[in-house]
């Protein structure tokens, strides 16, 4: 295995660990308001120092990219962390939330690890070498269109005023699709695009910490990522579908006549 990999796996264990500890410890929490419907708690923040010592450890010269301490360092080597990606949820008890950690060299993904604690579920990929879950090999689903899939999602509940949109978008799937699920964690639902789980997914307005590690495990699953326009922006603009090939192709279509000039750009 790669040893990059390897250290970002202890990284994300050990903070996986610490957050399933305190699960139990949730009412004596101070919950912190960042903006509007965006909590953060000491338990974030003691997952992504937790993260950061380790990679720092075995790789004191590479740069960071953190939800909650943001950018330091100055490297063609760049850790994207998201230390709990699925904050709200595990603030309720709701049992999903993920660890995510990601490599970029020179702004190319290479190594990416979400760990779910609660179910013990370690995604890892490495560029070039395929996506697995606790070391299976992982493959994204063959549908060629919505009809029948199950879609992943998430609301805007950020920024409401892409509410209008977004519900057009969920009328058009949601006419086709199986069913559409609203998990909480976008790391998760972009792991489980890649496992095989959902067939696609779609959001507006993600960060590259929710996303950067599940974006690798998609493209090493088989599957492709992109905005709403089809093309490789979302890192910038936070708008993402994600699929096989033939289905992420159809969503994009599906999603195009309820594009409002925002969401185009
Ligand atoms: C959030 C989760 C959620 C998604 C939000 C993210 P956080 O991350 O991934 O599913 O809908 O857009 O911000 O704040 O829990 O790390
Ligand atoms: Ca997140
Ligand atoms: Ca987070």
Known sequence: MQPMLNIAIRAARAA??????????????????KST????????????????????????????????????????????????DGTTNFLHGFPH??????LAHKGRLEQAVIYDPMKQELFCASKGEGATVNNK??????????????????????????????????????KSAADVRRAGSAALDLAYVAAGRLDGFWEIGLQPWD????????????GLIGDFNGDDKYLENGNIV?????????????????????LKS
């Open 137 to 174: 090999r992982i493959r994204v689903t063959k549908p060629a269109t919505t009809e029948g899939a199950l879609l992943g999602t998430g609301f805007p509940f950020r920024a409401k005023h892409h509410f209008p949109a977004y519900q057009g978008m969920f009328n058009e799937f949601f």
């Open 211 to 222: 996303m950067a590690a599940g974006v690798l495990l998609i493209r090493e699953a088989g």
């Open 97 to 102: 939330f993920a660890v995510s950690i990601a």
């Open 16 to 33: 996986g660990d610490y957050i399933s500890r305190q699960v139990n410890n949730i009412p004596n929490l101070e919950i912190e308001s």
């Open 242 to 262: 994600a699929g096989n090939p033939k289905l992420f192709a159809d969503m994009i279509r599906k999603l195009q006549p309820h594009l409002t000039a925002e």
């Open 37 to 84: 419907n965006d909590f953060v708690t000491q338990v974030d923040r003691m997952a992504e120092a937790k993260i950061i010592e380790t990679l720092l450890k075995a790789y004191p010269d590479h740069s960071i990219l953190a939800e909650e301490s943001g950018k330091s360092g100055d490297s063609d080597y760049q850790w994207i962390i998201d230390p709990l």
